[in-house]
Structures are given as structure tokens and as C-alpha cells.
């Protein structure tokens, strides 16, 4: 183990803000991307829904 | 009936469509997992580094990044070119999928490497060749992601896409040559970033691990932005009316 | 071959009918080149280390500027589909439209630099330099350039995409060209630079016109 307690690990040794400053944009990245992802395809699908209810006339369906 | 696995089974929209619905929630659960292995040896097990103290920590996500952003600019180009080449609509939908993520990757690998350089070498921006390689490919993935949305013409978009992603891929060794000797002609960028700790075994398998962890992501993101791509443009097709997602209940 | 020589005279013909759209890009040089200056001040030799690095990029930027018109014209008129159409080879035509706009906006350049050159206190062998740099280079960016203009033709924002497109492309021509007078001014060889300025030229004179024409081909 590399760290006596979890103000130590936050620290970094002095380098806590450059560490956390490059980790957590990137942790909060990838739990946007795939939200963002996610909300593209609903809408996708919703998109599909909406043509489905109101067929153009020419739609054989 | 032959039923032997065909090369060209998941060029077919409906059953990529299926198969990325299936396998991205278990990639990103392979993810997730491999992250945690990663991190847990890199920050847990892998020692202090004697010059660079406990900065150097940061390379177990920027070079992971790095990687992604080169290979994912491979993959789309190689994709978009199938898609060109084959007439096959899918691989193109898979390269526009692949996009943002390269560029994320591209602009995070920047941001993670500003945030190493500063305690290293005192400045936010080095014009060090790989880092400024780096932002020539994001300059790569901007032109690209440009380019697709302001065609409207799927058809047109699509393979005007393919020919600048393989001209790009094309240039890179191109550019980074260049950009290498551009960087030792000039004195005064004496910094390098190939100066990267000696690499303890425990550090090379954290970085390994944060590597496959950022593959299995990668794949899972773009599986599912393909899914939603492969819906909005297929929406007339017969498949997707056919889905168990669209049927309404008590409805044959 | 013939129908080059055609296609050439026509835009040089064109051109000359509208000097003052023909003279932009090289208003535009000077004008920019001169805004550096006056922001960086005046002292000449902080002016003269930088001068290669900010002529090039004016230049880079110039080219660039008369390029959402090499196609556009002749694609509104109909005539673009009547070159693709013909017996003349599509990529002979890719060709003969980035000799074209060389001879009005690389040319011009050209012979414009000497001209900052002083106004950057160069000494003469370095004018000079820069002078065969731009003379190695420009071609190059006429190339890369009609592939940007041909990818994005009709688009709205076609000339902000070239940019987008065609400057990454071009960094390798910048490097070499601006680095071929800012080497000499330091006591190194030039000749790598030459020499790797050549080369690019000749890969892009080999490629860019096979990729343009594919472009067009997309693209109309």
C-alpha cells in the first residue's frame, strides 16, 4: 500500500491538483459520453415512433 | 442452408443494430472492471517515482488516451474507406460513430499531457513532436466531423468523408516527421516527453490494463452512438418497424 | 492536353476580367504580414528571427483564401460537368485547375514576398531563400488545396471548412518552407529543406489530383 490515509492519497504528494486535474475531466467524460450516446439514441427511437404513428400518405404500412 | 458465419453478416444494419444491443452493456462492464484493476495497481501498488514523485501517475490515463485517439482515426478511416470502396452503409455509420470518440480521446490525451507537463517541465504547453502531432489530429477529427455534418447528402457525406480520413491517414506519418524534425531543429524545445519515467513492471501493467479498460469503453460508446445512427437513418426501413422496441402492445 | 491549356487560359482569361478579386490574396499577404509588427513590435530582430515562420503562414493563409472559388464557378455555370463529362481525363482537369490557381494566387505570392522581406529587414541571401521556398512550396498548397475545394464544393461554409481541411494537410509545406530560411539565418544547411519541399511536391503533384478528381466525382 502506497498511502497512509485518504488525505494522503487526495494530496499526491503535493501534486493532488495536476493528478485530479487530469483524472477527474476524464472520469467526467465517460459518464457524459455515454449518457450523451444514450439520449442520441432515444431520440432516435422516438424519431421512429413519430413516423409510425403518422404515416405519410404514400407510407404502405 | 448454409450457416457458416459470413464475412459480410453485421455489414447488414438490423443485425449490427442487434449485436451492439447485446454486447455494449458487458463491454462496458469489462471496462468498468479493467479500469478498476488499473487504477488499483497504479495507484495502489505502482511505487513513487524518484524524480517525477507522484505526478507521473497521470500517464496510466494519457497514454491510454493517446493510443485510443491514433488507433480510433485507423479504425474510422479504414471504416469509412470500406464503407466508400464496398458501397456498404453500415461501415460508413460506424465511422461517423467512431468520430467524437477519437476526438474526445484526441483532446483529453492533450489535456491529461498539459496537466503531466506542468509539474514536470514547469509549462502547461510544450511544443514537444508527439504533443503537437496530437493536436494536428485533432485538427484531423474536426475536419472530418466538419466536413460529414455540413454535407446533407448522406451518400455525398459519406464518401467525402472516407477520402479525407484516408487522405489524413495517409499524411499522418507525413505530418509527424515533420513535425519531429521540426521540433530538434529548434534548440530551444529541449524538453521531450519521451523522458517518461523508467518504467517499473507494475507501472506497465497499470498502463495496460487503463488501455484495454479504454478499448472496451471506446467500443461500448460508439456501439451505442452507431445504434443511434443506424436508427435515424434507417427509420423507413422495414426492420426497425419490425423491432420489439416499436411494436405496440396488444398489436400482432 | 490540350484541353489544360484550354482550361488554363480560360481561368486566366476569367480572372483578368475581375483584377481586383484576382489581386485579393495577395492584398491579403501584405495586409496580414504587416499586422505582425504592430503587434509584436517593432524591434528588427525579433522581426527578422520571425519573419520566415509569419510570411509563410500568410502565405498558407492566402492560398487558401481564393480557394471555395476555384470550383464553384464553374460548377454554378455548368461547365465543371462539361470538363468531367468530356474525353479529357478528370484528373487532368484536377490538374490543370491547380496549375491555375498557382499561376494566380502562388505566383502572385511569390513575387509579392520580397517585398515583406524587407519590410522585415531580411538580408538579401535570406530573401532569397524565402523566395525559393515559397517557389517549392506554393504548388504544393495549390494541390492540397484543390482537394479541400473540391470536397466542399457548394457547401455553405465552404471556405472555413478548407481551412479546417487543408492547413492540417499543409503543416509538413510550412515546417520545410518556413525552416528553410530560419535554418540559414541560424548557420545551418537549407538543403534538407529543399529537398524535402521537393519531395512534397512531388507526392502531392502525384496524388492530390487523383484524390481531387475523386472529389469531384463525389461531390457533383
Not at chain 2, 89 to 107: D, E, H, I, V
Not at chain 2, 127 to 139: K, M, Q
Request: proline residues 6%.
Amino acid at each position: 500500500m502506497n498511502w497512509n490515509s485518504a488525505s494522503e492519497f487526495f494530496a499526491m504528494g503535493g501534486y493532488g491538483l495536476y493528478v485530479w486535474g487530469a483524472y477527474v475531466p476524464m472520469a467526467v467524460w465517460m459518464l457524459v459520453e455515454p449518457w450523451r450516446a444514450v439520449q442520441r439514441l432515444r431520440r432516435a427511437r422516438d424519431g421512429v415512433r413519430e413516423r409510425l404513428a403518422s404515416p405519410a400518405d404514400w407510407d404502405v404500412a | 442452408m448454409n450457416y457458416a458465419p459470413r464475412f459480410f453478416t453485421f455489414a447488414a444494419p438490423l443485425r449490427f443494430y442487434r449485436l451492439a444491443g447485446a454486447v455494449s452493456p458487458w463491454l462496458y462492464g469489462v471496462a468498468a472492471l479493467f479500469a478498476l484493476a488499473g487504477l488499483y495497481m497504479g495507484f495502489m501498488v505502482a511505487p513513487v517515482d524518484a524524480t517525477q514523485g507522484n505526478s507521473y501517475r497521470i500517464i496510466f490515463i494519457h497514454v491510454p488516451a493517446a493510443w485510443m485517439s491514433m488507433v480510433i482515426y485507423l479504425a474510422m478511416a479504414g471504416w469509412a474507406a470500406v464503407g466508400w470502396a464496398l458501397n456498404a452503409r453500415m461501415a460508413s455509420m460506424l465511422a461517423r460513430a467512431l468520430a467524437p470518440t477519437g476526438a474526445a480521446y484526441t483532446f483529453l490525451a492533450l489535456w491529461t499531457g498539459a496537466f503531466w507537463g506542468k509539474p514536470t517541465w514547469g509549462a502547461w504547453w510544450v511544443w514537444d513532436a508527439r504533443l503537437t502531432s496530437e493536436l494536428i489530429l485533432l485538427f484531423l477529427y474536426l475536419g472530418f466531423m466538419a466536413l460529414v455534418e455540413a454535407i446533407d447528402d448522406t451518400r455525398r457525406a459519406d464518401q467525402a468523408g472516407a477520402l479525407l480520413a484516408v487522405v489524413g491517414a495517409v499524411n499522418v506519418p507525413v505530418i509527424y516527421f515533420s513535425v519531429r524534425w521540426w521540433n530538434t531543429l529548434h534548440q530551444g524545445a529541449s524538453i521531450s516527453m519521451t523522458a517518461a519515467p523508467k518504467m517499473a513492471s507494475t507501472m506497465l501493467t497499470a498502463m495496460l490494463l487503463m488501455t484495454i479498460a479504454c478499448w472496451a469503453y471506446a467500443f461500448a460508446v460508439v456501439f451505442v452512438r452507431a445504434r443511434a445512427i443506424v436508427l435515424e437513418r434507417e427509420a423507413e426501413a422495414e426492420w426497425v418497424r419490425a423491432l420489439p422496441e416499436f411494436k405496440e402492445k396488444g398489436m400482432p | 492536353m490540350n484541353a489544360c491549356w484550354i482550361i488554363l487560359q480560360r481561368d486566366v482569361r476569367l480572372a483578368s476580367r475581375r483584377p481586383s478579386d484576382a489581386l485579393m490574396p495577395v492584398v491579403f499577404f501584405v495586409v496580414t504580414a504587416s499586422l505582425f509588427p504592430l503587434g509584436v513590435g517593432p524591434e528588427p530582430a525579433t522581426l527578422r528571427q520571425i519573419a520566415p515562420g509569419i510570411v509563410w503562414v500568410c502565405a498558407l493563409l492566402s492560398s487558401m483564401l481564393s480557394l471555395n472559388t476555384l470550383y464553384a464557378g464553374d460548377y454554378s455555370d455548368g461547365s465543371l460537368e462539361q470538363m468531367l463529362t468530356s474525353n479529357t481525363h478528370p484528373v487532368a482537369v484536377a490538374g490543370a485547375k491547380a496549375v491555375s490557381h498557382w499561376l494566380l494566387s502562388g505566383l502572385p505570392l511569390i513575387l509579392a514576398s520580397p517585398v515583406l522581406g524587407l519590410l522585415f529587414d531580411l538580408p538579401p541571401s535570406q530573401i532569397a531563400l524565402l523566395v525559393a521556398s515559397l517557389a517549392l512550396g506554393t504548388p504544393t498548397l495549390s494541390l492540397l488545396g484543390s482537394l479541400g475545394a473540391a470536397l466542399t464544393l457548394g457547401l455553405r461554409n465552404a471556405a472555413l471548412l478548407i481551412l479546417l481541411i487543408v492547413l492540417p494537410l499543409s503543416i509538413p509545406v510550412l515546417i520545410f518552407g518556413a525552416g528553410a530560411v530560419a535554418s540559414y539565418a541560424v548557420g545551418l544547411p537549407s538543403d534538407g529543406h529543399f529537398y524535402l519541399l521537393g519531395a512534397l511536391l512531388l507526392l502531392s503533384a502525384l496524388g492530390a489530383p487523383v484524390a481531387t478528381a475523386a472529389a469531384l466525382r463525389i461531390s457533383v
